[in-house]
């Protein structure tokens, strides 16, 4: 891999940069894989430093990431896409130094208290899922990409996490300016030059120039200067970029010190972690820590009020009760209300339907709560997003798949299972749900997604 000279030289003085150092472990064409647990569904899958979850190689050595306590470096990488539980949302595929999120709202935000969190950039969703295992069930996440065809990845990410105090909203930054002083938190992986992704993505070398990270600097300040009056007073805004260069990181954090006269939030952590703490953030130099090139910093709003007014247009229409009876059969109802859309009935959690109503009418919403279902005749269509929920009644019955039937499912073929009675079941592998079956007189109907499917062979 060569590394452009202009660039090389864009770094020297930057705190942490070793210029042979760097060059050398960007030629060694190192790859690395890293996962996070979902907490809501399984450890299971690292089992004696092991993880487990591969057919072909069913015992990967494991080694923790210290920074995030359900986060895993995997000594080679698998087939997720042939892994039933990659496809249950047990875990995500995430670049390790990105995992530092964790530190950053641990250490700024009491998250045993309910908090109204913005990701801002959130698409594909590692951040949001990482942020929705960490926060209380009585929190709200509202996950946002500006991107709609981004915005429909992020909705699939969300559904296989499994929550219901989520929102996937489609919109500009500026658009969260009307709800002034509402956000604990706002979290902003911003758009960048992508420099510290050129050894997993070489070909984004191509795309770098001093003139585009002066572009990205100057729209990050724009993002950035939009959402801030959504931010509460003492609320923390957690800033990050995969890229090197100061323009986007060292100086942004000094712009929203000086313009926006936010508060620098320091973050305490093993110095044996390799991270570099430099102009207010910190570093993740690739010779210096297991990951990719990373910058995050915590900025606290020091002006603004604590607490927000904001009207709610309109209200939802909630589920009749007849609905209500008819869901009862498939769901656990409690602390869940019921909004029915057309036919189509959503569960959203108590303590935050006025959250989401407010959100419905202020945001382009692409996804909200968890979708139970369709009433049709009287009778529920379970929705594959009610699968992966915690929702599901234990009532309903369950079909466990080996390993063969599950990949058959996930490829939306045909199933042939022995001694199974009729109607709509879950099917699952190793205790986890996959999604929906209905069993006819002659037939099985295969309810996975059409657009999730697997299409390659193992």
Known sequence: MKLPATFISSLEGLEGFDQDAFEKVHASGDQITSIRINPLKSSSIINEDCFTGDPVHPSIGVKPIPWCGWGYYLEIRPSFTFDPLFHAGCYYVQEASSMFLEQALLQTSDLTKPLKVLDLAAAPGGKSTHIQSLISKDSLLVSNDVIRSRGNILKENIIKWGCSNVMVTNNDPRDFAKLENYFDVIVVDAPCSGSGLFRREPAAIEEWSLNNVQLCNQRQQRIIANVWPALKKDGVLVYSTCSYSSEENEEIISWMAGQLSGEICHLTFDTDWGIVPSGGGYRFWPDKVKGEGFFMACIRKKD??????????????????????????????????FIKYKNTVYSWPSDLVNDFSLLLSNLGVIYSGTIIGEIVREKLVPDHAFALSSQVSKLIESKALNYGQAINYLKKNDLHLENSSKGWQLVSFNGHALGWINVLNNRINNYYPKHSRILKDL
Not at 317 to 337: G, V
């Open 304 to 337: 603004g009020d604590k607490e927000s007014i904001h009207k709610i247009k309109s209200k939802p229409l909630f589920a009749t009760r007849n609905d209500e009876m008819i869901i009862k059969n498939w769901a656990d109802t409690s602390a869940s209300d």
